[in-house]
């Protein structure tokens, strides 16, 4: 495959809790998350130490093994935890998690994992593109953002209402009834989805973070198959500019209530 891949941190020279790689046969994404300033976690090592560890680990084993994405995934989950359950307290309700969006050539198919809320968007020459991802987070923590998406994305109040939310949504995370995200558990792995197509009739594939996805799914500003021409033409540099240029425009968070003013973002855009 031609693999372009991009990435940024939300704010420049802060740490970057996405993480992207790609090898011409395997790409891997995910987004970090579960410790806001102020936050208890439980690990000394932090979200970025936990989706670069796990995300490195992911892709060497696509590049190696044969096993389903959902068995590197579980795998994967392990060793990263056993690289600091030693020094830290995994038990920790806070402790750090990560979406995770995998694709793989295995011969004349591609494989793809997706779990959470990040986005696989694969252009199969239909009119709408198959779009894969898993809200449920955004289903359960709906009911708990009215005070943080009424506040001015740029008050301490906010900053206060979104911990308060994330510290709350903990209690839903990797339970029955609540959503599914890496952290300690291999068993979540499990909880992904998963699929195979052909890859004769895969004329592109995108993966993004929401981060990247928001320009679509959040601010409406354009449509996936719109962003897949975006991609195709100008590449995902472009994609993350235009977003920046959106969140720029809305500093407050007033036309699209907001967790997050800007965000991490990392984009593939792969052609088989
Ligand atoms: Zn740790």
């Not at 699929?195 to 601010?219: K, N, W």
């Amino acid at each position: 495959m031609r693999v372009a891949l991009a990435t940024e941190p939300a704010t420049p020279g802060r740490e970057n809790e996405d993480f992207i790689a790609a090898t011409p046969d395997a790409v891997v994404l995910l987004d970090g998350s579960g410790t806001p300033a102020g936050s208890e976690s439980g690990c000394t090592h932090g979200v970025a130490w936990y989706a670069r560890t796990l995300g490195s680990t992911l892709l060497t084993s696509m590049t190696q093994s044969a096993g389903s994405l959902s068995e590197l995934l579980a795998e994967g989950i392990k060793a990263t935890t056993s690289l600091h359950d030693f020094t830290c307290d995994v038990s920790h309700p806070g402790s750090p998690s990560a979406t995770v969006v995998m694709l793989r050539r295995s011969g004349d198919f591609l494989d793809w994992l997706v779990l959470a809320d990040s986005v696989l968007i694969l252009d199969t020459g239909q009119p709408e593109p198959t779009v894969i991802t898993d809200d449920r987070e955004a289903q359960v923590g709906a009911s708990y953002r009215e005070r943080m998406d009424s506040l001015d994305s740029t008050s301490p109040e906010h900053v206060a209402a979104h911990r308060e939310y994330v510290e709350t949504l903990r209690d839903h995370r990797n339970r029955d009834g609540g959503f599914w995200v890496a952290s300690v558990d291999p068993l979540v792995a499990e909880q992904a989805l998963t699929g195979s197509v052909p890859v004769h009739e895969v004329r592109a594939a995108a993966l993004l973070s929401d981060g990247a996805s928001r320009l679509v799914d959040r601010f409406h500003l354009t449509t996936w198959r719109d962003l897949l021409g975006l991609l195709g033409q100008a590449g995902p540099n472009e994609l993350i500019r235009q977003v920046r240029t959106a969140e720029q425009s809305d500093p407050h968070g007033q036309r699209w209530p907001r967790g997050k003013t800007y965000d991490d973002a990392a984009v593939a855009y792969c052609r088989p």
